[in-house]
């Protein structure tokens, strides 16, 4: 799909659909005649008001939040048809929604054979928001269907969008389509890579990938082997590893901008289980399928490393990816065998399903050694998240206040949900081994944040946060404007965060 901007008069755009954003119509208002409620938050058309204000009071348009109304041949306008999209209460309207309302026009515009789309995005349409406009339209058009034979599937895609804005707005909204662009096919590409199942993307699939990425946009990619790792020390990594026949490796993708505004050095982590059986303490059958997905954090984290470089924030970014297959095979780790982490901590692992954990801790102590002062990962690492908070936040947790809020304004304007759940001393007397120095789960209880607690066993005294997306990396279900399957959260988080950084936290 292509993206423009233009400011030509929208009459004149000669496209299969003009869409226009209506919101909901308010409360009656006595005190401000003239103004009457059927057309209040109506766009300016040439020629349409009459017709929508018929809609209106029809009753079969309120502009609720994805309604659509077509009209054919609309008078005066080049385009086939003008359609009107709800877009629900005009103060609720923002960025978020700009970005779900493209998503789900151009979902349901495109099964009508529909090619070429023009989005209205003036003053009155609310749509400020130019990059949304893009993202959503890019995440709309993402299909699982890379292992579907059936070519007519893959056929029905828009082909142009045009998004129609004022005179003065040309440069600003080019750079925003741009932005957007590259960040929403950058949360593509992890979607891809989580689509893959495990029999296509072992972990060294998962490093190739990540290699030809970086040479592409020029990062510098630098893959540890298994012999590399044993030379280190990575003995949690490789313990998890051992029950496999496809082989681990630590991926590290790095980007050094021309400038930096300070030496900080902000490190991505990203589990990287291509599929998660949960070893000799193994998982039930019903649902494993869905353990292809344990990889999200890595692709979330190559994802962003594609569009960083591209974008190229003031700050050094390096990627680890820590990828391994949690196997079982007459070699496997076993519950109750200690191994020693690059850190030199030895762990007992009590559960070999608790594998996340294992390999990111040696991934944050080695990111630590190669320079990061400040640390963000992101891991499929508890069923127990989804209990916490269901699927609509990723949860947070941190060892650093003012990074967590950073990273909270950064999701916050890449329209990503996240929610800090407490990581206090009291939870860490949940991890107790008598037989090493810290077990790899906790009891019964927050297990998203003992989960999080054995991670910071590794990540202190470094600035860290750690997002939980175990419950939001996949939908079961597909939405208006987003496909079920993979979702790529996280990048979108990730990239804003690099690219908002300024060396100083906020006071
Ligand atoms: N990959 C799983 C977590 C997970 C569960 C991700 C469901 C996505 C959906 C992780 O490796 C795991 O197995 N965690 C265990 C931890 C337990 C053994 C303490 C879990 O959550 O059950
Ligand atoms: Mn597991
Ligand atoms: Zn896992």
């Known amino acids: 799909m292509e993206i423009r901007v233009d400011t030509s008069p929208i ?25 009457t ?7 300016e058309i040439a020629g349409q008001s009459g017709w929508l204000r018929e809609l209106r009071s029809s009753g079969e348009f309120s502009g609720k939040a994805n309604e659509t109304a077509i009209l054919y041949r609309p008078n005066g306008l080049a385009a086939k048809r003008l359609v009107v999209v709800g877009a629900g209460k005009r103060a609720k309207f ?16 495109r099964t009508k054979g529909i090619r070429n789309v023009a989005i209205l995005a003036d003053q009155a349409s609310g749509i400020s928001d130019y990059a949304a406009v893009a993202e959503g339209a890019i995440l709309g058009a993402w299909e699982a269907n890379k292992y579907k034979t059936d070519p007519k599937k893959n056929e029905k895609q828009i082909e142009l969008l045009t998004i129609a804005v004022p005179n003065g707005s040309l440069g600003i909204a080019e750079e925003a389509v741009r932005r957007g662009s590259v960040i929403a096919e950058a949360q593509n590409l992890a979607r891809d890579l989580v689509n893959e199942p495990a029999n296509k993307l072992t972990p060294a699939v998962l ?13 510098d990619c630098k893959i540890l082997d298994r012999d590399a790792m044993a030379e280190l020390g990575m003995g949690a990594l490789l313990g998890v590893a051992q029950g496999s ?8 993708m790095k980007y050094s901008p021309g400038l930096t505004t300070a030496g900080d050095h902000l490190a991505l982590v990203g589990k990287g289980v291509t599929f998660d059986t949960g070893g000799i303490s193994i998982k039930p059958s019903e649902g494993m399928e869905k353990m292809k997905y344990d990889m999200a954090g890595a692709a979330a984290v190559i994802g962003a490393m594609k569009a960083i470089a591209q ?14 297959e949690n196997m079982v095979n007459g070699n496997a780790q076993r519950p109750g065998d200690i191994v020693t982490a690059l850190s030199g901590k030895t762990i007992e692992v009590l ?23 400040h640390m963000v990962d992101a891991a499929t690492l508890t069923g127990a998240i989804a209990i916490a908070l269901g699927h609509y936040n990723v949860g947070a947790f941190t060892n650093n206040q003012s990074l967590l809020d950073r990273f909270v304004t950064a999701a916050r304007v890449a329209g990503e949900k996240v929610w800090q759940l407490p990581l206090d001393e009291d939870y860490k007397e949940y991890l107790k081994s008598a037989f090493a120095d810290l077990p790899n789960i906790g009891g019964r209880y927050g297990g998203s944040i003992t989960a999080a607690w054995f991670l910071r066993e590794f990540a202190d005294p470094t600035p860290w946060v750690h997002l939980d997306i175990a419950s939001t990396a996949w939908l ?5 404007w987003m496909t079920k399957g993979p979702t790529g959260v996280a990048v979108r988080s990730f990239v804003q965060l690099a690219l908002d950084w300024t060396g100083k936290p906020p006071a």
């Not at 409620?37 to 766009?43: F, K, L, Q, T």
């Open 476 to 480: 079961d279900e597909g939405k208006a």
């Open 94 to 109: 923002s960025a978020d929604e700009a970005r779900k309302l493209s998503g789900s026009l151009l979902r349901q515009l």
């Open 245 to 252: 026949t496809n082989p681990p490796f630590l991926i590290v």
């Open 11 to 35: 009459e004149k755009l000669s496209v299969d659909a003009l869409a226009v954003i209506c919101f909901e119509t308010q409360e009656k208002s006595t005190d401000s005649p003239g103004v």
């Open 207 to 219: 490093a190739d990938a990540a290699k030809a990425m970086s040479a592409e946009y020029g990062l």
């Open 311 to 324: 974008l190229k924030p003031p700050v050094q970014v390096t990627g680890y990816v820590p990828t391994v």
């Open 351 to 373: 559960n070999t399903d608790a594998e996340g954990r294992l390999i990111l801790a040696d991934a944050l102590t080695y990111a630590q050694r190669n320079g990061a002062t």
């Open 37 to 43: 409620p059927e057309s209040d938050g109506d766009p």
